[in-house]
Every structure is written in C-alpha cells, then in structure tokens.
C-alpha cells in the first residue's frame, strides 16, 4: 500500500513538472521568406508596407544592422529583430562633387595617403576635411577595425588611404565568405571576407550616404559610389 501511494505520488509530481515545463515554453513565429526565414518570438510583420523608420522590410531576422548588410545594396538597419531599409534622407549637391560621409562635398580625388591636402584625409576615394571621427566611417561608412601601423593590419585586413584598418580595400563587407561565395555584388577576398569593387577595379567616388550619391556615381554593392 505504502509502495503504491509513493508510486502516485511520484507521477503526481512529473505531471505538475510537464504542466510547468509546458507553461514555461516559449511561442516561436517562423517569418521571413526562403532562403531568408527566421525563427521571431513576436508575430511577424515583414509583410508590412513600411518599417517604423518609413523603409521597406527586407524579410530577414536580426539583432543588429550589420546582419542586414549581405541582404541590401544600399543602406540598411535593424528594427524590432527585422532588417529594414533606411529611406533616402539627404539630397546629393547638383554638379560634380562627390560626397563624404558626413554629407560634405568634394570633387577631389585620391587613392593613397598623402594625395589630399595637409588638412584633409582620403575618405573612400575622396579628399575630406578631417573632423577627427574618421575611424567611424573608413570601412565604407562603417567604424575601423584598427589603425595602420607602417601602412600595415594585422590578421589580412587592409589597410585603406585614410590609415584605417578595413575588412576590404574599398567599401563596406558583407561578411565571411561562405566555402568561397559571397553575395551578389561581392566577391570572396584572400582574407576570407566578401568585398566589393566598382566595374574595372576603379577608385571609388566616396561612400554612399542615406543611399545617394554626389556626381552622377551610382550607389553599389558594399556601400560604394561608382561612376
């Protein structure tokens, strides 16, 4: 008798430890659109008009913008866990200036350090003023891995004219390749990681800004401005 009320008493207690465990589980949404799915713990919403920045949902998961960037030519960010894109913001400056990445317009060039006047920096194939917060915008917008040291990176990283270490030479990465893939508009790199160039491996004419760029250059794969 004594056997079989300790018996009861213990599938008493795993049933009440499966109700809890049911309670306690969590409601996953599967959202997005093949190959892009992703697993949301609120409804999805990709097939909204607008995201809440007044841009279109790209249909990929996220927790921060640069898991956005393999998915989107242009400029992109995260919100609410959903890529977005960022809508145009700032109009380019008429004639044939280029723009840097604080807006600013230049219609000098350059390749290498040295090529821009003592107090401006090459900034993704531009000559700009030097502001001081160049480290934030070298890799194509994005914040520098590192400083050159003797026109130097470590770990296969470039280092770009503006003596900034970069995942790629010009221009923004989507990422590492994947078994020597890379996404539309970029290719697999010694070091490992997807870059982009613009046609012919010219220089680009700056980094896109809000998606626009100055000069009649086209805004491209890796956040550069061709011509």
């Known amino acids: 008798m004594l056997v079989g009320i300790i018996v009861l008493f213990c599938v008493g ?3 009440a430890s499966d109700l809890v ?5 969590q409601m996953y949404y599967l959202c997005g659109t093949f190959p892009n799915q992703y697993y949301s713990t609120t ?12 841009g279109s949902p790209i249909g990929v998961g996220c927790t921060n913008s ?4 393999p ?17 145009t913001t700032t109009r380019p400056p008429s004639g044939s200036s280029g723009l840097c990445y604080n807006g600013q317009a230049s219609n000098t060039r350059c390749s290498a350090q040295g090529q821009c006047p003592s107090e401006q920096t ?13 480290w934030q915008y070298a890799c194509g917008g994005l914040v520098a891995i590192a400083s050159c040291t003797n026109n130097q ?17 010009v221009g923004r990465s ?54």
């Open 174 to 227: 989507s990422g590492r390749c994947n078994a020597g893939t890379c996404p539309s508009g970029f290719t697999c790199q010694a070091n490992g990681y997807c870059c982009s160039s613009c046609p012919g491996n010219v220089t680009p004419y700056g980094s896109c800004v809000n998606g626009q760029c100055g000069g009649g250059a086209t805004c491209r794969a890796g956040n550069i401005c061709c011509l």
């Open 13 to 15: 207690l795993s049933a």
């Open 43 to 54: 409804p999805c919403w990709y097939d909204q008009a607008k995201c809440t920045n007044g």
């Open 71 to 87: 998915y989107y030519a242009g400029i992109s960010t995260c919100l609410n866990g959903c890529c977005c894109t960022v809508p």
């Open 122 to 134: 090459c900034m993704n194939g531009l000559c700009c003023s030097t502001t001081g917060n160049e």
């Open 21 to 25: 465990a049911r309670q306690k589980r």
């Open 153 to 169: 990176c470590t770990q296969g990283f470039s280092c770009t004219p503006s003596n900034y270490c970069c995942e790629c030479p």
């Open 66 to 69: 640069a898991q956005c960037t």
